[in-house]
């Protein structure tokens, strides 16, 4: 168990918000799957990131080494975290910046929205967030009369369509520029009705719309990509300047940010301000990089606020397995590669945080019992794609096997019928852990052979070996078992060669 | 030197072929081949299903069935198998309280190889066609198993290997590096997941041309074969030994049948 404490009851806090998925992975996959147009949007856009990222991947001589330092430093991080959160909180109130601390989502929310009532407005610009994704801040704040406009461009075509993103980066990845341009004809208000599909135009369109709600809004709400604790400064990361001109212009300014985001200091930027644009857009450099610290006067915001949401993500600190994807820095490199999420798109994992940092990261900060989110961690072949592109090296099939064991185990005091599973991995148990109950199993080969028929195939299997048939045959079992026929047909070769290991 | 094969529990009961041809490579090397009789299965299904104390016994079995005897190395002709004795094996006896187990399974681990790292890092072969006289005059392309490129960092251990077959045609398999969607319990799991990339495995391996795709790993070439068979493709799959065993005396057909030889019938 971790040695955590943050002044605050001991047992677990779990997450709420936008984590807890509504029905199973599987369900959710299957009718995505039929969603062929989204599926070919997904596929173009995530092998386009993908040999982005490997080609400026490949241009750094020390990848490696960065990625251990960024594991390195934020394992630290983690280790280190009541006492470099208390470090941050100093440094961020000596500079003017106002604190305060949430328990779980719907603190978080209300605090903010108390924040943007103290400022008698109802029009609030915002910053592309995770963390307010995650919260379900847009909708408990449209609950309280204020609207929340998204100024990245790919959350405005998420807004503006009443639809959810499907990615952490680019999360309108499953429309197209068709797409995008008959939302906002139908969407956006003064929109040029001869709008085309061509990106420049649409990006236009886009900036038009929100240039007015920039320079009209007396609050902007962002996220934080890092803090320093050393100098209590927080960081955003961005490709479009709509981040700049949130952070700059409006006189109160609101950050939501998990307590896991922080470092040390800023010379660790160095490292992971050469992790996460590579990993994220695949570019050696993000176009706007912005630092803040605390409030100076006449210029930027003068109100300036952080909230450091817990979320559930003290349980998962405490979890000794499954810690490190606390590490993550929201790149989306695993789900660019991930071919489970290529074909299911970001909505079958029906949480803020799809894919396969979603599918440990969710139930991490739900805890596994959440019944629907256990679904989560079988959500992946164990193909290691996410664990080779992760620049902090999470190792997140590790995360993802640890976390179904957590599964089983919370499942096995239920009193009821065991699963046909269950039956399957009980059996096999038996059949697995002795050479000679595996060797009177395959007595019966024969059997199958015989169950194979003519063609040599089994078509047909019931209960769940069904899900294996519905597309792929198994071939007819041979007539004798490898070890049968060692010990009766095999003749023992002395070794002739006697080169030595 | 002594080698103890891992046969795997599925080349054991499904494809015997795939142990023959791994004996019958090493012999030919002059090397002492012994099968330590205990042996059953490395757990994985059990582990990467999440039933870890279904999978104690298993894990248990296999180390006790590889300590019993006396060997130089170990071998399996699986990526995925040797991944998880190497890492998963120390991972859940940790995790079910056991350091004795622990240390005992890393040095079962430590002495175990996958067939091509035997082959290529300890054996020092590096022409299947001059040192193994390999001959497989097919049009071949290969899938890289998930486990022994990630886990395992194979590289292009068996890749080589099989290029440096006599008589072999080798198209490259576009995509190769994708994951063909078999993943164990996943394919029941999420049948429908694992059935969309299947399908796109099997349309990369059909655009080659090749009349058979060679792997390293029985379970993912059951996979992907299940599927070109029911598609009725003309294309099948077949394990890299099987085609580093054939020789021109003694050929290996596209389908695995040894054509002949004494080694038994399939």
Redesign the interface.
Known sequence: MSNVFMGMPTLPVFGDGNLHIEETFPTAAHRELGNTQMRANLRHATHTIRDKRLKVVAELPDWEELRDAGSATKNLVMANLPALLEEFEKNFTARGGIIHWARDAHEANSIVAGLIKEQNTTEVVKVKSMATQEIGLNEYLEEQGISAFETDLAELIVQLGHDKPSHILVPAIHKNRTEVRDIFLAEMPNVDPNLTDEPRLLAMAAREHLRRKFLSAKVAISGANFALADSGTLAVVESEGNGRMCLTLPETLITVMGIEKLLPGKEDLEVFMQLLPRSSTGERMNPYTSLWTGVTEGDGPQNVHLVLMDNGRTAALADKYGRTALNCIRCSACMNVCPVYERTGGHAYGSTYPGPIGAILTPLLTGITSEENSTLPYASSLCGACYDACPVKINIPEILVHLRGEDVDSKRGEKKLPSQMDLMMKGGSWAFSSGKHLGLLEKGLPLGKLAAGRDKKIKALPGIAAGWTQSRDIPAPPSQSFRDWWKKDHTPVAATNKQEK | ??IALF?T?I???????T??AT?KIL?R?????I???????C?Q???????????L??V??HVN?FESVAY??AVAPSGSCVASVKH?HP?LAE?CGDAALKARAEAVGAKTYELSQLLVD??GITNAAEQLGSHFPHKVTYHPS??GM??LKLGDRQLDLLKSVGGIEFADLPEA???C???????????????????DKARNIESTGASLCAGGDASCL??I???L??TKSDTTTLHFAEILASTITEPVSVTGDILVGKA???
């Open positions: 030197m002594k046969a529990c080349v054991d009961a499904m494809y015997p072929q142990a023959r004996v012999e090397l002059g090397h002492e081949v099968f330590p009789s205990g042996q059953a299965c757990g299904m059990h582990i990467n299903s999440g039933y870890m104390d279904e999978a016994p298993v248990t079995n069935a130089d190395v998963q991972v995790r300890v054996l998930c486990h990630r886990s590096d994708q994951c969607g078999f993943g164990g319990t996943f394919s029941l799991k999420n049948a429908d997941v694992s059935s969309a990339m299947l399908d059951m996979h074969g299940g599927g068979s029911r038994g019938v399939r």
